[in-house]
């Protein structure tokens, strides 16, 4: 069975950093691309970043301004997002997802989602 299970968050001050780590288990990570959606209070899930399976080929949200990165690691079949100069927008629940495919990173194709991790960033 297919597990998505997401850490890292936590409570940060405006301007720190946190890393996020979704350990895939059921699914080879080098197969399928991976990414990452956030949800705050009383706004729709949105999309932040997403990679390919196995190669170089990112994707990000117009708001991470060059401030996250997606990465993944196959040997520990766990994908990370590396969060720097935190605001307080940036408070939302996050969730990583598995796509039924491996090189597109068009939203619609992730369909298998983690039980999501908070960030809060206080001001």
């Known amino acids: 069975q297919l597990q998505l299970v997401e850490s890292g968050g936590g409570l940060v001050q405006a301007g720190g950093s946190l890393r996020l780590s979704c350990v895939v288990s059921?699914?080879?990570?080098?197969?399928?691309?991976m990414g990452w959606f956030r949800q705050a209070p009383g706004k729709e899930r949105e999309f932040v970043a997403a990679?390919?399976?196995?190669?170089?080929?990112?994707k990000y949200a117009d708001f991470v301004k060059g401030r996250f990165t997606i990465s993944g690691d196959n040997a520990k079949n766990t994908v990370y997002l590396q969060m720097n100069s935190l605001s307080p927008e940036d408070t939302a629940v996050y969730y990583c997802a598995s796509s039924r495919y491996r090189y597109s990173l068009d939203q619609n194709g992730f369909d298998y989602w983690g039980q999501g991790t908070q960030v809060t960033v206080s001001s």
């Open positions: 990679i390919a399976g196995g190669v170089e080929i990112t």
């Open positions: 059921g699914r080879t990570l080098s197969d399928f691309a």
